[in-house]
């Protein structure tokens, strides 16, 4: 399966651009209303940058950074802050999603709470995509198991 | 109030739920199967709490987000929309009970997978049926379809290869929906289901309303297992564990023939449909030949899970056959069966499963000597009924969906669709009998003077109460809604028909 | 009939790629080309899509440049419709999603059967159920 490599360019730029990547994709979900941009896409992009570090470097060092449980956590805590959003809405007196009542808890008045409730969903939207991705990827390379690939 | 809110409570609730089961579930694996079933009661009544305010005040129009539609998306909810809820919902809570004991032994180190995505599937189903916006649709379809592609993959030996066949040929279902709402957006550019029955008329001449209507009834089609696009079903559902084969044979046909008539009736007008096109003739004929077929193949099968999806297939062109009539009675007569008709499928599929959790094969020919009538007496009897009702034996239910379709094919002055359909029913009472004969009846045994034949005792071997449990239920609801037809027909269907009819 | 097909050249592409993948769901018999056969199919509906978002005479993407500050309304004859792409996006999360499950699929196949051809997965199912 994935084994270590040896190779000491492909791990240096690895390293370089690792944290740049992961820059850029947190840029990308936050500007998405206004800009290219939004929670898949930046999802994407973060996930892209684990799978970097996994294809530059071994299984195990990428399960360091990023572990099984915590993946799996981040799968559903992003649908959680997303329906979380929506709930404190309804709560709030309006219908689900309707943002501009969010204005009661922010201290901004009712146009601009419908900018934060959407820059909550994207959040939310790109932690989900990010987990779902690298899990994607990490399921179909060691056919679903990862306990024995993990032991090595 | 809270009552306002619960279009979005349906679907919400066992949105969170299904992800809180799959954190759960990753430490303890018992809190998962009570999890599901409270997210599916609390859907169970929100959903005779939307049925209820719909009766009492007529169609709801429940906006997400504030925005006004058509930029916004809106569900919009009508007497069709909230029967049919109350039917998903109900069936989706039976069978999850149903499911508790079925699951525990034939996957028991992927209890919490299964509840999450099950979850998941009842939602999607429950979405599927209350919005009003075309794009929403297509979102909630594809959930619906991923959800069970991946229950029907968790099943036996075939499962995987018919799970691959299914998604190669479900996702040119949703790609050709997709299609239609695209050119329908080209055209108009609108998605909303109201406003595009308002925008559509002045446009029923061009060539891309045809070939969206077109793209629509095929995607369907295939999403429906409408014949010839049932391909997929057959393999599918037989080799999918015995829950996600109750819960879809249920209900997933039977939303894929709601989106039918939306298409036929509220997106496109009935005069479009009708007379403009001839597509309710051509799926009269259709669904004729549904039905045949259907009957036909199911004389022909050993197992018994293969046979009842051959049976469900023929059901479907009953239901296609009623809203190809385009009269009252026959629309009367098909949602009517669509409430039936989940209720039957379901049932019969709960008894094969509770026979496989028992003896672990479901070969007809094995029926005699497993000593079913003395071992299963319960299980038998619910499976007796509901063939009944299939048939179209009084009081079931079946009986008054199937009076309806034939009285409504009498008003069109279609002989040929009402000697189709006592034809179809004399088939399916072959088909039932056949097993039953096998379960009740013995050969007469040549009489020995000499020795005694030993009789040894037979225990009673039956299935475990919560299994037979929701059961019984079903088979109840079969004999109650089918007295209560004609109060069931006065206060909802009647005004669930589209109004033009 | 030459104007006609130069005329709507871009739906004439996205056609030819549909069918491509059409035939290669419907006609091949190796399961992970059927799969491609899938994606490449909804990659085309995605892009025919796109494409009906632009506009003659110029039209640019929806930004409007060095507006910092500044509240004038935009003219929308200018800029392209953004909306097919919002629902495109949705489009391509399904169909990755569609992708990653059909390939978990593949791999259960694979380990079952040893093999990912398809009459031959049929042989064998056949052989065992006898």
Not at chain 1, 54 to 66: N, P
Not at chain 2, 16 to 26: C, L, Q, S
Request: aromatic letters at 12%.
């Amino acid at each position: 399966m994935i084994t270590l490599l040896e190779d000491i360019i492909v791990k240096t730029v690895c390293r370089i651009l690792v944290p740049l990547m992961q820059l850029f994709g947190l840029y990308v979900i936050a500007h998405g209303h206004g800009s290219p941009g939004g929670g898949f896409q930046g999802g994407c992009i973060l996930a892209a940058s684990f799978i970097l570090l996994l294809v530059a470097f071994d299984l195990a060092e990428a399960k360091k950074r990023l572990s099984e449980k915590l993946n799996n956590f981040l799968n559903s805590f992003g649908v959680f802050i997303y329906a979380w959003t929506g709930w404190m809405c309804l709560l709030l007196g309006g219908n689900f999603l309707d943002y501009g009542k969010l204005s009661k808890i922010l201290p901004v008045d009712s146009v601009k709470a419908r900018y934060f409730g959407v820059f909550s969903i994207e959040v939310g939207v790109g932690i989900t995509v990010m987990a779902v991705m690298v899990s994607l990827f990490i399921d179909l390379i060691t056919g679903g198991k990862h306990e024995e690939e993990s032991e090595k | 109030m809270i009552s306002d809110q619960f279009p979005a409570l349906i679907i919400v609730f066992p949105l969170i739920i299904a992800f809180w089961i799959n954190i759960v579930g990753w430490w303890w694996k018992k809190p998962c199967f009570y999890m599901s079933v409270s997210a599916l009661t609390v859907s169970f009544i929100s959903s005779i709490g939307i049925l209820n305010t719909v009766i009492t005040n007529g169609t709801i129009h429940y906006r997400l987000g504030g925005w006004e539609p058509p930029w916004g998306i809106e569900y919009v909810v009508d007497h069709l929309n909230a029967f049919l809820l109350v039917i998903v919902s109900f069936i989706g809570l039976l069978v999850g009970i149903y499911s508790k004991r079925d699951i525990e032994k034939e996957m028991p180190q992927k209890i919490p997978q299964f509840y999450s995505v099950y979850t998941l599937l009842v939602m999607g189903l429950l979405g599927m049926t209350i919005t009003g916006d075309a794009f929403n649709l297509y979102v909630l379809l594809e959930i619906v379809s991923l959800a069970s592609y991946a229950l029907i993959a968790m099943g036996e030996d075939g499962a995987p290869l018919a799970s691959f066949n299914y998604v190669i040929m479900g996702t040119i279902g949703a790609c050709f929906y997709l299609l239609g709402v695209g050119y329908l957006y080209i055209v108009t550019g609108s998605l909303n289901m109201a406003d595009l029955s308002e925008l559509l008329p002045k446009l029923y001449h061009s060539k891309a309303v045809l070939v969206a209507f077109a793209f629509f009834l095929i995607g369907i089609g295939i999403k429906m297992a409408f014949f010839p696009l049932h391909v997929w079903l057959p393999d599918a559902y037989t080799h999918a564990p015995s829950s996600v084969s109750a819960f879809v044979a249920g209900t997933m046909t039977k939303v894929g023939a709601y989106v039918l008539m939306r298409v036929l009736f509220t997106i496109f007008r009935p005069y479009f449909s009708i007379e403009l096109i001839p597509a309710t003739t051509v799926l009269g004929w259709t669904a004729v030949a549904a039905m045949m077929y259907g009957c036909v193949l199911a004389i022909a099968q050993h197992d018994l899970k293969r046979m009842l999806c051959y049976i469900l297939i023929a059901e479907v062109g009953y239901i296609v056959l009623g809203i190809s009539m385009a009269n009252r009675m026959g629309l009367t007569g098909a949602i009517l069966h669509i409430m039936n008709d989940a209720l039957m499928m379901a049932c019969l599929f709960s008894v094969a499963g509770a026979i496989m959790y028992k003896f672990g094969n479901r070969d007809i020919t094995n029926f005699r000597q497993q000593q079913l009538n003395k071992k299963m007496p319960f299980t038998m009897a619910a499976f007796t009924i509901t063939a009944l009702s299939v048939v179209g034996i009084p009081p079931t239910c079946g009986f008054f969906s199937k009076w309806y379709l034939i009285i409504g094919a009498i008003d069109a002055r279609q002989w040929v669709f009402a000697i189709a359909l006592i034809l179809s029913s004399l088939l399916s009472a072959v088909v039932f009998f056949k097993v039953i004969e096998k379960i009740y009846f013995k050969p007469r045994e040549p009489v020995h003077p000499h020795n005694e034949v030993t009789h040894e005792e037979v225990v009673m071997d039956e299935a475990p109460m919560s299994m037979l449990i929701p059961m019984y239920i079903m088979v109840g609801g079969i004999l109650i809604l089918g007295i209560l037809s004609g109060q069931i027909i006065s206060t909802v269907i009647q005004f669930a028909v589209p109004a033009s009819f | 009939m030459i104007e006609y097909i130069i005329a709507k050249y871009n739906y004439w592409i996205y056609i030819v790629l549909m069918m491509i993948g059409f035939y290669a769901m419907i006609g091949k018999t190796n399961l992970v080309k059927k799969l491609l056969g899938m994606n490449v199919f909804q990659w085309a509906i995605i892009l025919f899509y796109v494409s009906t978002g632009s506009k003659k005479g110029g039209a640019t993407i929806p930004i409007v440049m060095g507006a910092h500050g500044h509240y004038e309304p935009a003219q929308a004859i200018q800029f392209l419709n953004p909306l097919p792409h919002c629902l495109m996006l949705t489009a391509i999360v399904v169909g990755v999603s569609t992708t990653g499950v059909a390939l978990a699929l593949v791999i259960m196949i694979y380990r079952r059967y040893h093999t990912l051809e398809e009459d031959e997965i049929l042989e064998l199912l056949e052989t065992s159920r006898k």
